[in-house]
Every structure is written in C-alpha cells, then in structure tokens.
C-alpha cells in the first residue's frame, strides 16, 4: 500500500497504487467497458458503406449522390475530436463517455427515421460529431488506469475495438438487411449503445488522476483508489497527491507550452500523412485490386487482408514498444509501410505476393495508427491527454478525407496503378522522416 507519513499526514500516492494495482476483476472491467466503447465507433464507421446499396434501392438515388453523406460523417468525426476532446480533460473522461455513447444511441435511432438524402447528411454529421470524442477519451481513461510496464499494450488492445466494430457491423448488415431492411442496422446499432451506456453509468470508473488534480470530493477518490487496492484506508486527515500540477488556460494552447509545440507539431503530421494512407488504401484499395484482373470476390478478400494485417499489428506492436520505444518501432514500421505499399503495385500479378504485401501494409498502417495515439497517450499529462490524443486524431482525421480525394482525382488521370501505389508510398515515407526528427528532438517521450 502506498501510504507513508508525510510530516503528520498520512499520504497516498496516486501514482504508486496505479503502478502497483493488479490485473483483476476492475481492470478488466474498464478495458471491457472502454473496447466496447471503440466497437460501437468502429460499427458506425462502416455502418453507413455496408447498408448503401440497400438505401440506393429503396430510394432509387444514385451512387454519387451518396458520397456527401458518407464525407459528412467523418467530416463530424474530425470536428468532434478538435472540439469535444478538451471537454474531457476539463469535466472528466467518465461523462464524456457516457454522454458520447448515450448521444451515438440516439443518433443512430433517429437514423431510420430519415426520408431524405438532406435528412440523412445532417444525422450522420451530428453522428459522427458526437463519435469524435469518444476514442480519445477511452485510450486516455485506460492509460490513467494502467501501470507503465503495461500501458502502451492495454491502450492499442482497446483500440482493436475500432477494427472489431468496422467488421462486426458487416456481419450484422449481412445478416439483417435481407431479412428485415437496412433500418434493422441502425435499430441494433442504436440499442447496443443505449444498453452500454446505461451500464456505464454503474461500472465506469473516473479517472483518479484527473479527480485528484481537479480537487474533486474525497469520497470519489476513495471509490476508485479502493479498486486498485482494497486495503488502502482514506479519512478526512489523508492527503492524496500525483505527480503532476493542474495545467492552467485552454488545454489546446497548452499543448504548445512548456516545450510541448515541437512534439505536438511532429505528432500532427505522423498522424496526418498516415491517416492519408489507412484511408487511400481502405476506399480505393478492392477497386485497385479488382481493376487489375481480380474478380469481384477476390478483391475483397485482399482488401479485407489489409485489415487482417492491422489487427495483428495492433495486438502486437505493444511489445515491441514496451520493449525498444516509441519512435524506434514506428520508425521500422513505417519505412516497411512505404516498401510494402510501393511493392503492391508491382506484385499484382502474383496473388501470394500481393497477399504478403497487403498484410505488412496493413500492419505498419492500420496497426501504426492506434500505436501514435498511444504515443500522444503517454507523451501529454493527465489534464492535456485527452486533448493531446484528440488533437492529433482531427488533425489526422483531414487526412482521412484528403487521402481517398486525391486518389480518386489520380485515378481519374489514368495513373497506372503501379504509379498509385508509389503515389501512396509517399507519406509512409515522410511519416518515417517525421519518426526519425521526433526521436532527435522529444523531451518526454519514451523513445
């Protein structure tokens, strides 16, 4: 128990219990809670995509017509990161969330209900604004729960959720869509959420560093501190104390203080450039694929490999980070990321190939990305983290929607898809560069 007298005060030190907390029943619990959280973001991502061809039959609308409204989805999604994640740093991940989760139901209720294409573009705006606070703010709470042996793998562990929630809801539409209509979708994707944040207003913890340095009642401290270990006793004579001070003034010009706007500037572009690449290769990748010989059901399964890939690199790129640092495995990562993706277009003849490529590309890509917010995660303290990710991610999140842009105007141009793929090597690469200066230059990151 990490009590000791401190003069005439017996004093508790946050930062102690949390390091000295074992993996039980309450740890899981919040990984638990947290990753279901990022399945309910990943589902709704991809919800939209899987249930457009029923809306395009039933409406009789055209292909085109529909793009506005998937851009405005994640057009909201980047909003919501830049304006609703500082929220969570000043009133707490523990409301944010359920309010976030609470306001995903809603929106997803509401959804079926829609009758128009104007209709439909304002509810998955309003959506995906609501969805952008909640990954930050999941990554930030499990990061304050966990010790430093093994924060970096339980933080990219949840954010597996994101790729999880994209798949379940193709398994869901395929499942529901012929039997009871593409509303189906948005019913269940509304009640899940509904139920999840009714249960998060029993079970979900607050963060203890954040109560502590926000001067909340003694009593919630005590809850949560009596989680990680049962035995520590808190009276009105116990002075409960972290490491850090309370950050002063808007949490977003702070991550430009104190030696910050260097890092946070790096942190930008890592998660812009790569973001251009998940998204170029997501959107365009099965086209690609498809327009070089492949049939229909052969293209999927390659572009479904990309995220097979991610998935793996999420699981494992914890360790390696544990164990060499940040910006030593990012850096590997994404210099493997520009040759893997520069070879797709010249192996696209050889399916075993190809194959092998796509994988590593998605590993380095997809699985790179929850590893930079991890990295964001650990480098801001507790009053900045949650901006600190959130920031990054809206910064990144332009990305997403530049990089499917620019490939299309590409294709457009007739540029062969060896030419694309070289194209889509370059922000690897620059992405790799932006790793090497970050690993030069950072105070405070574990490089």
């Keep these: 128990m990490s009590i000791h007298a401190s003069g005439a005060l017996p004093t508790v030190h946050v930062d102690q219990v949390v390091e000295q907390g074992r993996f039980g029943t309450f740890q899981f619990g919040l990984l638990l809670l947290c ?3 990022l399945i309910i973001d990943g589902f709704d991502v991809q919800a939209m995509g899987y249930v457009a061809p029923a809306i395009i039959a039933d409406w009789g609308v055209s292909k085109a017509s529909l ?3 998937f851009g405005a989805g994640l057009f909201g999604m980047l909003l919501g990161s ?3 994640t500082p929220v969570g740093d000043r009133y707490g991940r523990r409301p944010v969330l359920i309010v976030s989760t609470l306001f995903f139901a ?3 209720l509401a959804t079926p209900l829609v009758t128009t294409l104007d209709q439909l573009l304002i509810v998955r705006f309003i959506t995906g604004f609501g969805l952008g606070s909640i990954m930050p703010n999941a990554m930030a709470l499990v990061g304050e729960f966990s010790p430093s042996s093994s924060r970096v793998t339980r933080m990219m562990l ?3 959720g994101f790729t999880v929630g994209a798949a379940a809801g193709g398994f869901v539409s395929a499942a529901l869509i012929p039997a009871h209509s593409w509303h189906a979708v948005f019913w269940v994707g509304g009640a899940v959420p509904l139920v999840l944040g009714l249960v998060m207003l029993v079970w979900l913890p607050e963060s203890i560093q954040f109560l502590v340095l926000h001067r ?7 809850r949560w501190l009596r989680k990680l270990d049962p035995s520590i006793v808190i009276d009105e004579r116990t002075e409960v104390v972290v490491k850090e001070a309370k950050a002063e003034g808007m949490p977003v010009a702070a991550l430009f203080r104190d030696g910050r706007a260097g890092v946070t500037v790096l942190l930008w572009l890592i998660s812009f450039m790569n973001l251009i690449n998940l998204y170029f290769l997501s959107n365009w990748l099965p086209t690609l694929i498809h327009d070089a010989g492949y049939s229909t059901s052969m293209a999927v399964l390659i572009g479904t490999s990309l995220q097979v890939g991610g998935v793996i ?3 494992t790129l914890g360790r390696f980070i544990n164990r060499y640092g940040f910006t030593r495995v990012l850096g590997v990562c994404f210099l493997l990321a520009c040759v893997s993706i520069a070879m797709i277009g010249k192996v696209a003849a050889l399916p075993a190939l190809l194959f092998v490529a796509v994988i590593v590309a998605g590993f380095c890509i997809v699985g790179g990305q929850p590893a930079v917010n991890a990295l964001a995660g650990t480098y801001y303290p507790t009053t900045l983290r949650s901006t600190g990710i959130g920031w990054a991610l809206g910064i990144g999140r332009i990305g997403s929607v530049v990089g499917p842009v620019i490939g299309g105007q590409l294709i457009a141009l007739q540029w062969s898809n060896g030419s694309l793929f070289i194209a889509a090597a370059v922000p690897a690469l620059i992405s790799a560069l932006t790793i090497a200066r970050l690993h030069r230059t950072s105070r405070g990151v574990s490089a």
Excluded at 216 to 222: D, E, H, L, S, T
């Design 35 to 37: 990753g279901l959280c």
């Design 67 to 69: 793009g506005p409204v």
């Design 82 to 84: 830049l304006v609703l």
């Design 106 to 108: 809603a929106c997803m």
């Design 158 to 160: 949840v954010s597996c």
């Design 216 to 222: 909340r009642p003694r009593a919630q401290v005590a």
């Design 313 to 315: 690199g999420t699981l």
